[in-house]
Nanobody
């Protein structure tokens, strides 16, 4: 059973940067496709980044492209999400997710088999 634990969230000023980390354990972590989602109060879970098991390809929605960067270190079983130029709309709980198989629907929650508990990011103006 794969377990995912996010860290790195907190309170940050608008315009600042943050690096979120996801520590994975159990199973063959290096074979998992990984993604990050976020959920703001009263809204659904929103896709923000995905990366293939090898780390060779990544994807982002247009809403965060250029500000978000996903990376992974399979030797450390870790996946990071860097966020720059934070604004109030980035305030949300950020979730790490893992999929046993690559899916072209990587931007949809049901493509993922495992989820972390989330880490809160709050952007102050």
């Amino acid at each position: 059973q794969v377990q995912l634990v996010e860290s790195g969230g907190g309170l940050v000023q608008a315009g600042g940067s943050l690096r979120l980390s996801c520590a994975a354990s159990g199973g063959t972590v290096s074979s998992l496709a990984m993604g990050w989602f976020r959920q703001a109060p009263g809204k659904g879970r929103e896709f923000v980044a995905a990366i293939t098991s090898s780390g060779g390809r990544s994807a982002y929605p247009d809403s965060v492209k250029g500000r978000f960067t996903i990376s992974r270190d399979n030797a450390k079983n870790a996946v990071d999400l860097e966020i720059h130029s934070l604004n109030a709309e980035d305030t949300a709980v950020y979730y790490c997710a893992a999929s046993r198989y690559y899916s072209p629907n990587y931007h949809i929650t049901y493509a993922y088999d495992y989820w972390g508990q989330g880490t809160q990011v709050t952007v102050s103006s």
